[in-house]
């Protein structure tokens, strides 16, 4: 016995407004995944440099990668990442003094990662271990800076969305731009993550400098 169900319902279409902060946060996402692209070709060209045949008779790895150091560096971008981490709570909740409080934790640890690669990178500079002395040292400083200087843009973000925030208060505007930060913040420490993984652990040749 056929039996007839009606279907109609499902292909009824009805309009429904569009949510304009999820669709720029959207947006930013793809934006992310071509940054990712980026880092990607860096990091597959570092594990051809790497191999110990590009070194150019210069520094290898275990002299110029020094892995205990940027655990320091781990250390102060994950905290910066949990003091946004705790802007982003306090948005929830309404709280402006909470926000403030987070974006301004979030920047004085983002300042001291950037302290930490600004000490290590004088010492290589200071030592003649420079991009022009080999294809391993290009990339290594390369990979290192592009990261460091992604680093200082969300730094000055953070500073115009501290201003935001304390003058305008939680605008549309406004809390689609710290979204967007907080997806931006967080995926340095992921990249960060890998560099610190494939480039000073897996990288480096001289584990025991840890």
Known sequence: MNTYQDTSDMWQY?????DAIGTRT??????MMSDLMIFAGLF????IYADGMHYAGAFTAGQVIHPGPALWSTAFIFASVLAYGYAMVSLKKAN???VLLGIAMAFVLGIAFLG???HEFSDLYAMGAI????????????IVLVHAVHVAFGLLWLAAMFIQVALEGFTEDVVYRLLNLKIFWLFQAVIWVCVFTLVYLMGSTSLAAI
């Open 14 to 18: 009805e309009d429904h407004p569009h």
């Open 26 to 31: 959207l947006g930013f996402w793809l934006y």
């Open 44 to 47: 597959a060209t570092f594990g």
């Open 96 to 98: 402006r003094s909470g």
């Open 116 to 118: 930490m690669e600004w």
């Open 131 to 142: 991009p022009e002395k080999s294809g391993f040292l290009s990339d290594y400083w390369v």
